[in-house]
């Protein structure tokens, strides 16, 4: 693969089919969040579904039973883009993990972002802090994302260069340690802490309110367009960070920007949704095979495709079997484990990197 | 034997409704305001007439107290004996059943009093709590005076503080039954296991069990507080007179054939009993402390019942 290379897949067919391919997401997670919104433990008509999502344009005004707003405005909704929002986290920083570590393996789980994150939310709860404000529990988590990742790539930079194996390796360890911190401040506290902890951990989308979304939503986006603005250098680091270096990208201090927006964007999930796996890892290689290796179409198309992902995967764990509900992140790998094989099978070449 | 079944106190929470429907006394203090606790207030106007129970220990508590025309919502696990449920013939067609606390089944079924224990999920507490619902948070589980605690706190909230004194007093008579047939007895040594490997010290409902029933817990007697995984060495260290566990019968066989516990006394004795109701978390945990205090002083209990 050479420069000549990259520099194709910039304009053309390819830009095209890449457009196609997020307008078409866009489409889908359109339908599936108002899919999502209409279906639910209590049935609502759609059509009063439809007349509540309406009530909110200004100057519109439909009589709708106040127990039906209240189900879909103020419990349903709110869950629904809390979905897609944390779907859109993972997917993108997925993504652009990926593509930093140079890595199909690197997802925010599997560089210990994920746990770093755990590890900070779960001493905001264990602490009490998340009475004081809604903030403290993604400051924390967020805060734990960093530490975890500066812990881990501190370990793989050695004369300023970071060997992407050490760092995966270190990555893996650090990892296992905050989980078990976690599990050591569990022979700790109170029994009653500690279901809301487990509960919390196991990822879960129940009860979200719009205070979440309100949480959500600027941070992802930040740090969104912040990942956004370094795919440029993304795309050239694919080549090898001497390449880079020689182009005028500052790799290191890219990879500062990158793991700074990587944590904020993950811890900003992470404190809202607990734990919900695969969606990093599986989403940007499905993408990577529809609109190419480009980060400027693939962050977003990334992001998309994990909003979609989780959006179904709640609703799918909400309806399924109730009132019994599933865990969203137990649906993610039970649905996308098994199609990302299928894909992996029909096309060996599936990890076709660049 | 000398056990009297709990039916008298449900007819007294019959009777004692009807009479209070009768003179329309249900609201006499009302309306009143009860802290939960979190410390949150919960103010009612009136009785509760819509009343949704999000967990088992609530279920059993609240279709006791309470007639089931005033209950519209419990978990599945409320219809099945199995799962530790009593009051699965009280649950009605009318009740919406739930696995967990969960918002949208609240809405629908708008209650005038959310019952939740402090493990449940806390965003939908805290939704629920949002939108109006009056939330009472159950937070103690951990003794036997917690669960009666609790029922008198339910009976505080829904006007029947009267059928809930009745069942603590009940309780109270059948303990100190058994408290005096065993005043003279030695106290043997008991230790707890189940097939999880878990046993309880200080602190829980079990061990609140064996000391009303007359035993010793040797893992509360080593300061041991919780429910601890233990391995086998504790068990022989501690060596126990009898062992009990709720793990069932086959588990029994499954430890009293184990040959690294041959050497342990309880073994020895053939002592190895299974006790039923130990999850019971309100009034009924008399059920586990007779049992268990029949197995360890059997001697008195035969000469009771004759």
């Given at each position: 693969?050479?420069l000549?290379?990259?520099?194709?897949?910039?304009?053309?067919?390819?830009?095209?089919?890449?457009?196609?391919v997020?307008?078409?997401?866009?489409v889908l997670?359109?339908a599936?969040?108002?899919l999502?919104t209409g279906m639910?433990?209590v049935?609502?008509?759609?059509?009063q579904?439809l007349?509540?999502l309406?009530?909110r344009?200004?100057?519109?005004?439909f009589?709708v039973?106040?127990?039906?707003?209240?189900i879909?405005?103020?419990?349903?909704?709110?869950?629904?883009v809390?979905a897609l929002?944390?779907g859109?986290?993972?997917?993108?920083?997925g993504a652009?993990?990926?593509g930093f570590?140079?890595?199909?393996m690197a997802?925010?789980d599997?560089?210990?972002?994920?746990?770093?994150?755990?590890?900070?939310?779960v001493?905001a709860?264990?602490?009490?802090?998340?009475?004081?404000s809604?903030w403290?529990l993604?400051?924390?988590?967020?805060?734990g994302?960093?530490?975890a990742t500066f812990?881990?790539y501190?370990?793989?930079?050695?004369?300023g260069r970071?060997?992407?194996a050490?760092?995966?390796?270190?990555?893996i360890a650090v990892?296992?340690f905050f989980?078990?911190?976690i599990?050591?401040i569990?022979?700790?506290i109170?029994?009653?802490?500690?279901r809301?902890?487990v509960y919390?951990l196991?990822?879960?989308l129940s009860?979200?309110?719009?205070e979440?979304?309100?949480v959500l939503?600027?941070?992802v986006?930040?740090?969104?367009?912040?990942?956004?603005?370094?795919?440029?250098?993304?795309?050239v680091?694919?080549?090898?960070?001497?390449?880079a270096?020689?182009?005028g990208?500052n790799v290191?201090?890219?990879k500062r920007?990158l793991i700074l927006?990587?944590?904020?964007?993950?811890g900003?999930?992470v404190?809202?949704?607990g734990m919900?796996?695969?969606?990093?890892?599986?989403?940007?290689?499905?993408l990577?095979q529809?609109?190419g290796p480009?980060?400027r179409?693939?962050?977003?198309?990334?992001?998309?495709g994990?909003?979609l992902l989780?959006?179904?995967?709640?609703?799918?764990?909400?309806t399924?079997f109730?009132?019994?509900?599933l865990?969203?992140?137990?649906?993610t790998?039970?649905?996308g484990?098994p199609?990302?094989?299928y894909l992996?099978?029909?096309?060996r070449?599936?990890?076709?990197w660049n | 034997?000398?056990?009297?079944?709990l039916?008298p106190?449900?007819l007294?929470?019959?009777v004692?409704?009807l009479?209070?429907?009768?003179c329309?006394?249900t609201g006499?203090a009302?309306?009143?305001?009860?802290?939960?606790g979190l410390?949150n207030e919960?103010h009612?106007?009136?009785?509760p007439?819509r009343i949704?129970?999000?967990g088992?220990a609530?279920d059993?508590?609240v279709?006791?107290?309470v007639?089931?025309?005033?209950?519209?919502?419990?978990?599945r696990?409320a219809?099945?004996p199995?799962?530790?449920?009593y009051?699965?013939d009280?649950v009605?067609p009318h009740?919406?059943?739930v696995d967990a606390?969960?918002?949208e089944y609240?809405?629908?079924?708008?209650?005038?009093l959310v019952?939740?224990a402090?493990w449940?999920?806390?965003?939908?507490?805290?939704q629920?709590r949002?939108l109006?619902?009056?939330v009472y948070?159950f937070?103690?589980?951990?003794t036997?005076?917690?669960?009666?605690?609790?029922?008198l706190?339910?009976?505080?909230l829904t006007g029947?503080?009267?059928?809930?004194?009745a069942?603590?007093?009940?309780?109270r008579?059948?303990?100190?039954?058994?408290s005096?047939l065993?005043?003279?007895?030695p106290?043997?040594?008991v230790?707890?296991?189940?097939?999880?490997?878990?046993t309880?010290g200080s602190?829980?409902?079990l061990?609140?069990?064996i000391?009303?029933?007359?035993?010793?817990?040797?893992v509360s007697?080593m300061?041991i507080?919780?429910?601890p995984q233990i391995?086998y060495?504790?068990?022989l260290?501690?060596n126990p007179?009898?062992?009990?566990t709720?793990?069932?019968e086959?588990?029994v066989e499954q430890?009293k054939?184990?040959?690294?516990l041959a050497?342990v006394?309880?073994v020895q004795?053939?002592?190895?009993y299974?006790i039923d109701?130990?999850?019971a978390?309100d009034?009924?945990?008399i059920?586990?402390?007779?049992?268990?205090?029949?197995?360890?002083?059997?001697?008195v209990?035969?000469?009771?019942?004759?």
């Open positions: 693969m050479n000549a290379a990259v520099k194709q897949i910039g304009p053309g067919q390819r830009r095209a089919r890449s457009l196609a997020i307008a078409l997401l866009l997670l359109a599936s969040v108002v999502a639910g433990a049935a609502v008509p759609p059509w579904t007349l509540i309406l009530n344009i200004p100057g519109l005004h009589d039973p106040g127990q039906y707003e209240i879909i405005w103020a419990v349903r909704l709110p869950r629904v809390c929002l944390v859109f986290a993972l997917g993108i920083s652009a993990m990926q570590f140079r890595n199909p997802s925010p599997i560089v210990g972002v994920s746990a770093g994150a755990s590890m900070g939310s001493l709860i264990t602490l009490g802090w998340t009475l004081f809604p403290l993604p400051a924390s988590a967020f805060l994302a960093l530490l812990v881990t501190a370990l793989a930079t050695q004369r970071t060997e992407t050490t760092l995966l390796l270190a990555g990892s296992s989980s078990s911190a599990s050591l569990y022979h700790f109170d029994d009653g802490v500690l809301q902890i919390w196991m990822g879960n009860g979200k309110r719009w979440h979304v309100t939503f600027p941070v986006m930040a740090g969104s367009v912040g990942l956004w603005a370094f795919s440029r250098d993304l795309n680091m694919l080549l090898s960070e001497d390449e270096s020689s182009l990208v290191e201090r890219t920007w927006f990587v944590s904020l964007v993950t900003a999930a404190s809202i949704s919900i796996g695969f969606v990093g890892l599986i989403v940007p290689h499905i990577r529809l609109v480009d980060h179409w693939l962050l977003p198309a990334s992001g998309l994990g909003a989780l959006v179904l995967a709640d609703l799918a764990a909400r399924l109730a009132p019994i509900e865990r969203p992140g137990i649906v790998a039970l649905i484990v199609f990302f094989l992996l099978a029909k096309r070449e599936l990890v076709r | 034997m000398n056990r009297t079944p039916r106190a449900v007294f929470v019959v004692s409704l009479a209070s429907l009768a329309g006394a006499l009302f309306p009143r305001t009860v802290v939960d410390g919960v009612l106007e009136t009785p007439r949704f129970s999000t088992l609530m059993n508590m279709l006791t107290l007639d089931p025309a005033r209950v519209v919502g419990v978990t696990f219809t099945d199995a799962m530790g449920s009051v699965a009280q009605a009740m919406i059943l606390l969960s918002p609240i809405v629908a079924a708008d209650p005038d019952l939740v402090v449940n999920d806390p965003d939908s507490v805290e629920v949002r109006g619902y009056p948070t937070t103690d589980f951990n036997v005076e917690d669960g009666l605690n609790n029922l706190r339910l009976g505080e029947e503080e009267e059928a809930a004194a069942l603590v007093a009940e309780f008579t059948r303990a100190g039954r058994i005096d065993i005043a003279d007895r106290r043997p040594t230790l707890y296991y189940n097939s999880w490997g878990s309880v602190g829980t409902v061990d609140d069990v000391r009303y029933a007359g035993g010793i817990n040797v007697a300061g507080e919780g429910w391995d060495e504790l068990i260290h501690t007179e009898v062992i009990i709720d793990s069932g086959a588990f430890l054939g184990d040959p690294l050497s006394a309880a004795s053939g002592k190895v299974h109701h130990t999850d978390l009034h009924r945990i059920l586990a402390i007779e049992q268990l205090a029949e197995v360890l002083h059997a001697e209990f035969a000469g009771a019942a004759q």
